[in-house]
């Protein structure tokens, strides 16, 4: 059996959501998948997984952790302040190793998902490591993890663990991440914390100029690992008095992770889709303005760090429907495909700069 192609930065993000999935998505096929019932009917966040091609529930305990063999669907329901209406964003999350059978499907079921709540959600795609404000926002920190269910990853004893290193750290947006990385010695920075998970012997390891928060963060990770296992022990390990004999750093094998170096900047640019495939190009840099948007087309909108796909009020049900595939298949032939992708109807766009 051929081995399902690994997510790459370069592909379309929608092999299954080219030509055969085109067509428009009918309420009734919607309707008829059990994973949607009761959903978006209440104010709060709902997580699904994508499992050989199926949607099944994510645990509530593990909101927040997010396994890079695998793509998931996440729904948020919420309200305004001064309304009634329930609103919803519908996203699709792309693992780093995600196979493009499980992205596509995940891209799929998210129009799916939006057909169902009546074309309501704002559509969005994120991928692992590059994932909008928006996304964070939902978690009070995020954790990636090795595996999915693709690669048969299942919760084992604590004795048949692999050892695992993780990075607690703060970010940009003081969003704080729990990060699995190569088990190296050198991956160790005195600006971050560590979790060094041997199975029954996990370690907090706390550099030297590490914040509070991040001890925090790691220490309620290491507390969840701790009550999972059953005999587990957990240390705590300052990097001051830790040297390279102690058993923690032992685990840990020579060297560091390949440094990926610093990723491009995305282009500002305005284009309008024509015909429903080919693009033209409308504006680009700084001349970019809301202005040039006409409310019979569609239109692909970068502002370097976000791709909307604006939908006018004049355009077709179908050109709505395939919002997504052609922010993504643009992005496809950039630098920067890995950017996060909603889709906007005229008069809802967001609160950002380009739309002000």
């Known amino acids: 059996m051929q081995k399902a192609k690994e997510y790459d930065w370069k592909d379309s993000n929608m092999a299954l959501f080219g030509s055969d999935t085109e067509k428009k998505v009918k309420k009734e096929s919607a309707e008829s998948e059990p994973a949607w019932q009761g959903a978006g009917q209440e104010v709060g966040l709902k997580i699904w997984r994508i499992v050989k091609f199926e949607v099944t529930g994510w645990e509530d305990d593990q909101y927040g952790e997010f396994y890079n063999g695998d793509s998931y669907i996440i729904l948020n329901t919420y309200k305004e302040p001064e309304g009634d209406e329930l609103k919803h964003d519908v996203h699709f999350w792309i693992g780093k190793h995600?196979?493009?059978?499980?992205?596509?499907?995940?891209?799929?079921?998210?129009?799916?998902?939006?057909?169902?709540?009546?074309d309501k959600p704002v559509q969005h795609r994120e991928v692992q490591g590059h994932e909008s404000s928006l996304f964070k926002?939902?978690?009070?920190?995020?954790?990636?993890?090795?595996?999915?269910?693709?690669?048969?990853?299942?919760?084992?004893?604590?004795?048949?663990?692999?050892?695992?290193?993780?990075?607690?750290?703060?970010?940009?947006?003081?969003?704080?991440?729990?990060?699995?990385?190569?088990?190296?010695?050198?991956?160790?920075?005195?600006?971050?914390?560590?979790?060094?998970?041997?199975?029954?012997?996990?370690?907090?390891?706390?550099?030297?100029?590490?914040?509070?928060?991040?001890?925090?963060?790691?220490?309620?990770?290491?507390d969840k690992i701790e009550g999972k296992r059953s005999g587990c022990k957990t240390h705590t390990l300052e990097e001051r008095s830790c040297g390279d004999n102690h058993p923690a750093i032992q685990i840990l094998g020579p060297g560091k992770s390949e440094d990926a170096g610093e990723m491009p900047e995305g282009e500002k640019k305005v284009l309008r889709i024509k015909d429903g495939e080919d693009v033209e190009e409308v504006a680009s840099?700084?001349?970019?303005?809301?202005?040039?948007?006409?409310?019979?087309?569609?239109?692909?909108?970068?502002?370097?760090?976000?791709?909307?796909?604006?939908?006018?009020?004049?355009?077709?049900?179908?050109?709505?429907k395939n919002g997504i595939p052609y922010a993504c298949n643009y992005l496809s032939k950039t630098e920067t495909p890995w950017l996060?992708?909603?889709?906007?109807?005229?008069?809802?766009?967001?609160?950002?700069?380009?739309f002000a």
């Open 285 to 320: 840099g700084d001349d970019i303005s809301k202005d040039q948007l006409q409310s019979d087309d569609v239109y692909i909108i970068n502002t370097g760090d976000h791709v909307y796909c604006w939908v006018g009020k004049g355009a077709s049900v179908d050109e709505r």
């Open 98 to 118: 995600s196979t493009q059978d499980e992205y596509g499907t995940a891209a799929y079921k998210t129009v799916e998902l939006d057909t169902f709540l009546d």
């Open 340 to 354: 996060p992708v909603s889709v906007v109807a005229e008069g809802a766009e967001p609160n950002v700069a380009f």
């Open 137 to 222: 926002s939902y978690f009070d920190s995020m954790s990636l993890l090795e595996g999915g269910a693709d690669t048969g990853f299942k919760r084992v004893l604590p004795e048949a663990y692999e050892p695992r290193l993780f990075v607690v750290q703060k970010g940009a947006n003081k969003k704080i991440t729990c990060s699995q990385i190569e088990l190296k010695r050198g991956n160790l920075s005195s600006d971050n914390v560590y979790i060094i998970d041997n199975g029954l012997n996990v370690y907090q390891w706390n550099g030297s100029d590490c914040s509070p928060d991040e001890k925090f963060k790691a220490a309620t990770e290491v």
